[in-house]
Nanobody
Framework: QVQLVESGGGLVQAGGSLRLSCAASGRTFSMYFMGWFRQAPGKEREFVAGISWTGRRTSYADSVKGRFTISRDNAKNMVYLQMDSLKSEDTAIYYC????????????????WGQGTQVTVSS
């Protein structure tokens, strides 16, 4: 069992940066594939970025490639999402998710979720 708590969201101007953090509890955190998802009002939850349990393999949605960076620190049970060059279309609630078996981009396959943190980008 893993519990996830996101933080770091807020209001930022277009072109600015934010770093989201996800704190995980549970001794097996280091064995979980972790992902960041987002959901804007009226839209389906979408994959943003994912990272393998070793941190060596990462994946990104095309819309954020080159602007966002996912990382993890297994010693601290933390996952991060560095977001640079933010755009108004990045406005959404951002969720941290984890799974011990699945490592893809389909949100329904992830077993564990945080409560989300709001990111608002003003243009």
């Amino acid at each position: 069992q893993v519990q996830l708590v996101e933080s770091g969201g807020g209001l930022v101007q277009a072109g600015g940066s934010l770093r989201l953090s996800c704190a995980a509890s549970g001794r097996t955190f280091s064995m979980y594939f972790m992902g960041w998802f987002r959901q804007a009002p009226g839209k389906e939850r979408e994959f943003v970025a994912g990272i393998s349990w070793t941190g060596r393999r990462t994946s990104y949605a095309d819309s954020v490639k080159g602007r966002f960076t996912i990382s993890r620190d297994n010693a601290k049970n933390m996952v991060y999402l560095q977001m640079d060059s933010l755009k108004s279309e990045d406005t959404a609630i951002y969720y941290c998710a984890g799974d011990s078996q699945y490592s893809g981009s389909y949100y329904a396959e992830y077993d564990f979720w945080g409560q989300g943190t709001q990111v608002t980008v003003s243009s």
